[in-house]
T-cell receptor, first 109, second 117 residues
Framework: RKEVEQDPGPFNVPEGATVAFNCTYS??????FFWYRQDCRKEPKLLMS???SGNEDGRFTAQLNRASQYISLLIRDSKLSDSATYLC??????????FGTGTRLQVFP | DAGVTQSPTHLIKTRGQQVTLRCSPK?????VSWYQQALGQGPQFIFQ???????QRGNFPDRFSGHQFPNYSSELNVNALLLGDSALYLC????????????????FGSGTQLSVL
């Protein structure tokens, strides 16, 4: 079983749609959780950290369920510029982060 | 304020050769991590350097080695290259305090695209 599992997609959605990505992780001792965004052939960039209480940044909402070892990302009012690969990332400790394979999102006009 | 810089941006090698990739961390950062990203996959942790020592290592063979210099810059060396080593190699820097905490932000460089023929 992979340490971090994501649906690779692609998710093809029209502008304005709401889309949700899910991710599961296997190590219950994981301490930190993030969503990164990666554009084609570019480096990953931190989108947001994820907390048990849930957190929101504009159109983006992230949620963590420690009991189910499940992380989610919700994007509301999708824009063309949201087209990218979204990487679910889990940290066991400060020393290394485990990345999922990423979920590809394509927003069309 | 320069971010993480990597060199070269692209590199072509043949099987059996050796390669050295370089990384300069973001100003003020003291820790460098290296990741390998194959096409269609997420980045895979290779190792991390802090205070010029390898702090932790992922599941990569000994052909992958590294070094950190006093100015915090780092090198990744790969010996006896295989076709499967073709990937985007990403360097990420962070600032680690004495206690850690799991919330250090990683800043990635734009990577070195290595092609092994």
């Amino acid at each position: 079983r992979k340490e971090v599992e994501q649906d690779p997609g692609p998710f093809n959605v029209p502008e304005g749609a709401t889309v949700a990505f899910n991710c599961t992780y296997s190590n219950s001792a994981s301490q930190s959780f993030f969503w990164y965004r990666q554009d084609c052939r570019k480096e990953p960039k931190l989108l947001m950290s994820v907390y048990s209480s849930g957190n929101e940044d504009g159109r983006f909402t992230a949620q963590l369920n420690r009991a189910s070892q499940y992380i989610s990302l919700l994007i509301r009012d999708s824009k063309l510029s949201d087209s990218a690969t979204y990487l679910c990332v889990v940290g066991l400790n400060t020393d290394k982060l485990i990345f999922g394979t990423g979920t590809r999102l394509q927003v069309f006009p | 304020d320069a971010g993480v810089t990597q060199s070269p941006t692209h590199l072509i090698k043949t099987r059996g050769q050796q390669v050295t990739l370089r990384c300069s961390p973001k100003s003020g950062h003291d820790t460098v991590s290296w990741y390998q990203q194959a096409l269609g996959q997420g980045p895979q942790f290779i190792f991390q350097y802090y205070e010029e020592e390898e702090r932790q290592r992922g599941n990569f063979p000994d052909r992958f080695s590294g070094h950190q210099f006093p100015n915090y810059s780092s090198e990744l060396n790969v010996n006896a290259l295989l076709l499967g080593d073709s990937a985007l190699y990403l360097c990420a820097s962070s600032l680690v305090g004495t206690g850690g905490g799991g919330n250090e932000k990683l800043f990635f460089g734009s990577g070195t695209q290595l092609s092994v023929l």
